[in-house]
């Protein structure tokens, strides 16, 4: 008995040991065999052939960041889970640039254990997208989500402009970088200042709102819609937002890590919100209230008016 105990807590103590020690381990790039080239700027190799230790300057698209990659979804993961494991010879032999890499639906597609995510809803909206009718399967997941880096922010985190920042810049990384923009589309990007300047405060709505609540069809059921309608459908119109009824009700606010939110009446809008939108926290008490006092001013205007017409 004494034994199993034992055996137990070791069990449990070399399982947390691991986890940490794997979560901790792409904080470690200087022990990390492949990161210790692909975190810097610079790497340093052996040339065999001149038997001398060269530094180079890294691909700065090959350089990956070590905070993100430890914070996200995938952080028990080892490189050589994904990528081949002939990686680990440096030069990389060039057929490896020929690898077809795993896609998120390979591994996450008819998975029970991660139904909530609906991932095959996920694929099918996104193939109604725009990009997706532009460019086809050129336009995979990986083009918005960093297989490497992706943290699901929308569920995980309690900060609406935390999540609303994290959307946008999975946008923004494409949408405001030329040479991403050009590699997938061959012409320059148009510039989002400009197409967006009939909207006040651009500023302050981007920091509020995502990308994604004016340009995408809302779908029930879904957490984060995948269908980026063509700019003719984009939402124009403020009251769709500034309304009680506010779209942001079904979309940016429906999480349930936020599920304050969704639930305002004008006091704890006031109280939990960092964004407080003109026209959607409605109070119906006081809306009660300023019909009562509207009914008594005409009353008291009436009762006026027939007194003075009696005086006469
Ligand atoms: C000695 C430095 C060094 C080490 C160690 C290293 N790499 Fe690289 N890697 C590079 C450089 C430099 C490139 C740029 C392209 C090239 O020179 O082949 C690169 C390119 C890549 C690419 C992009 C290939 C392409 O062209 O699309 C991948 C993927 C990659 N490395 C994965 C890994 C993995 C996984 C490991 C660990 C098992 C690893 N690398 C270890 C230096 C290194
Ligand atoms: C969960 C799977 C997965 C893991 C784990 C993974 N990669 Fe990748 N990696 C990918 C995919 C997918 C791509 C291609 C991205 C694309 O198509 O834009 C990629 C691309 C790359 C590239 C090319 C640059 C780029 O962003 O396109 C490099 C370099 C790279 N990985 C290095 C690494 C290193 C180093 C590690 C370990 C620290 C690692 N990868 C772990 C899936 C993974
Ligand atoms: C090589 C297989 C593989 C690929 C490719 C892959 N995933 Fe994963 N993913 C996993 C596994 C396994 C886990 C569970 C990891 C864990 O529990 O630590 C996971 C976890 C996740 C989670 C968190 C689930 C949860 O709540 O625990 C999300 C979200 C996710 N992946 C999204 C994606 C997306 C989006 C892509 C494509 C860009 C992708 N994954 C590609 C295997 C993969
Ligand atoms: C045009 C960009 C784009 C493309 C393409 C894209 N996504 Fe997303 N995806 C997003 C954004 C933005 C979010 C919200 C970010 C967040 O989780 O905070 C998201 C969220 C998700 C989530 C988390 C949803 C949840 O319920 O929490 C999953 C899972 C996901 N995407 C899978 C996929 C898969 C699978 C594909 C490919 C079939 C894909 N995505 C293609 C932009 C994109
Ligand atoms: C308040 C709603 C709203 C928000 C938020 C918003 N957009 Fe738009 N966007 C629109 C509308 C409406 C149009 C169409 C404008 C027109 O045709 O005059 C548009 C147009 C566009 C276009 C088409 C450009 C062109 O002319 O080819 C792109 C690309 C775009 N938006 C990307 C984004 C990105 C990326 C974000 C997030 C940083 C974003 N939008 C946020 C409403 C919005
Ligand atoms: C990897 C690059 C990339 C990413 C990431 C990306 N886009 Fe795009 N997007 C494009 C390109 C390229 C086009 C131009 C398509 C065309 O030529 O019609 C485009 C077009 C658009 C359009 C305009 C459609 C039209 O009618 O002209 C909108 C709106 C848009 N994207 C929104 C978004 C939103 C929202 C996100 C994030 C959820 C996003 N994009 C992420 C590359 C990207
Ligand atoms: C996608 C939803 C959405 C749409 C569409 C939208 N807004 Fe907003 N707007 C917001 C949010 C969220 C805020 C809250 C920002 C904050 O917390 O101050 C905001 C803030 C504002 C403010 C700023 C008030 C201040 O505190 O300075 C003004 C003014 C405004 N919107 C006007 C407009 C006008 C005019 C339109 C139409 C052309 C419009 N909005 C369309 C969501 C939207």
Same mark, same amino acid.
């Given at each position: 008995m004494k034994y199993r105990l034992f055996t137990l807590i070791s069990i449990i103590l070399f399982c947390t040991l691991w986890h940490h020690s794997k979560a901790q381990y792409y904080n470690d790039p200087e022990n990390?065999? @492949? +990161?210790k080239c692909h975190s810097g700027q610079a790497y340093t190799f052996h040339n065999e052939l001149m038997d001398l230790e060269e530094k180079k300057l890294m691909n700065p698209y090959f350089i990956l960041d070590t905070v993100a990659l430890a914070l996200g979804v995938h952080n028990l993961f080892d490189c050589t889970d994904c990528h081949s494991y002939e990686y680990v010879t440096y030069p990389h032999a060039s057929n490896l640039?020929?690898?077809?890499?795993?896609? @998120? +639906?390979?591994?996450h597609g008819g998975d029970e254990s991660f139904a909530s995510y609906q991932f095959e809803k996920i694929e099918e909206e996104s193939q109604k997208s725009i990009h997706y009718q532009v460019y086809g399967d050129n336009f995979t997941c990986s083009k918005c989500h960093s297989q490497h880096t992706y943290a699901a922010t929308a569920r995980t985190s309690s900060d609406v402009l935390e999540i609303v920042d994290y959307s946008n810049k999975m946008c923004l990384s494409c949408h405001n970088n030329m040479n991403k923009y050009q590699l997938v589309s061959g012409h320059e990007n148009p510039q989002l200042i400009q197409v967006h300047d009939w909207l006040p405060?651009?500023?302050?709505?981007?920091?509020?709102?995502?990308?994604?609540?004016?340009h995408t069809e809302i779908v029930d059921g879904l957490m984060v819609s995948h269908n980026i309608?063509?700019?003719a459908k984009a939402v124009k119109n403020c009251v769709e937002c500034h309304t009680t009824n506010s779209r942001l009700k079904s979309s940016l606010y429906k999480y349930q890590n936020l599920q304050k939110r969704s639930e305002t009446g004008i006091f704890n809008a006031v109280l939990s919100n960092e964004s407080y939108v003109i026209g959607t926290h409605q109070s119906p008490f006081l809306k009660l209230l300023s019909i009562i006092i509207f009914l008594a001013t005409l009353v008291g205007v009436a009762t006026h008016t027939i007194f003075r017409i009696l005086k006469k």
């Amino acid at each position: 008995m004494k034994y199993r105990l034992f055996t137990l807590i070791s069990i449990i103590l070399f399982c947390t040991l691991w986890h940490h020690s794997k979560a901790q381990y792409y904080n470690d790039p200087e022990n990390h065999e @492949c +990161l210790k080239c692909h975190s810097g700027q610079a790497y340093t190799f052996h040339n065999e052939l001149m038997d001398l230790e060269e530094k180079k300057l890294m691909n700065p698209y090959f350089i990956l960041d070590t905070v993100a990659l430890a914070l996200g979804v995938h952080n028990l993961f080892d490189c050589t889970d994904c990528h081949s494991y002939e990686y680990v010879t440096y030069p990389h032999a060039s057929n490896l640039k020929l690898e077809s890499l795993i896609t @998120c +639906l390979d591994c996450h597609g008819g998975d029970e254990s991660f139904a909530s995510y609906q991932f095959e809803k996920i694929e099918e909206e996104s193939q109604k997208s725009i990009h997706y009718q532009v460019y086809g399967d050129n336009f995979t997941c990986s083009k918005c989500h960093s297989q490497h880096t992706y943290a699901a922010t929308a569920r995980t985190s309690s900060d609406v402009l935390e999540i609303v920042d994290y959307s946008n810049k999975m946008c923004l990384s494409c949408h405001n970088n030329m040479n991403k923009y050009q590699l997938v589309s061959g012409h320059e990007n148009p510039q989002l200042i400009q197409v967006h300047d009939w909207l006040p405060n651009q500023e302050l709505h981007f920091k509020h709102v995502r990308c994604i609540e004016c340009h995408t069809e809302i779908v029930d059921g879904l957490m984060v819609s995948h269908n980026i309608q063509e700019k003719a459908k984009a939402v124009k119109n403020c009251v769709e937002c500034h309304t009680t009824n506010s779209r942001l009700k079904s979309s940016l606010y429906k999480y349930q890590n936020l599920q304050k939110r969704s639930e305002t009446g004008i006091f704890n809008a006031v109280l939990s919100n960092e964004s407080y939108v003109i026209g959607t926290h409605q109070s119906p008490f006081l809306k009660l209230l300023s019909i009562i006092i509207f009914l008594a001013t005409l009353v008291g205007v009436a009762t006026h008016t027939i007194f003075r017409i009696l005086k006469k």
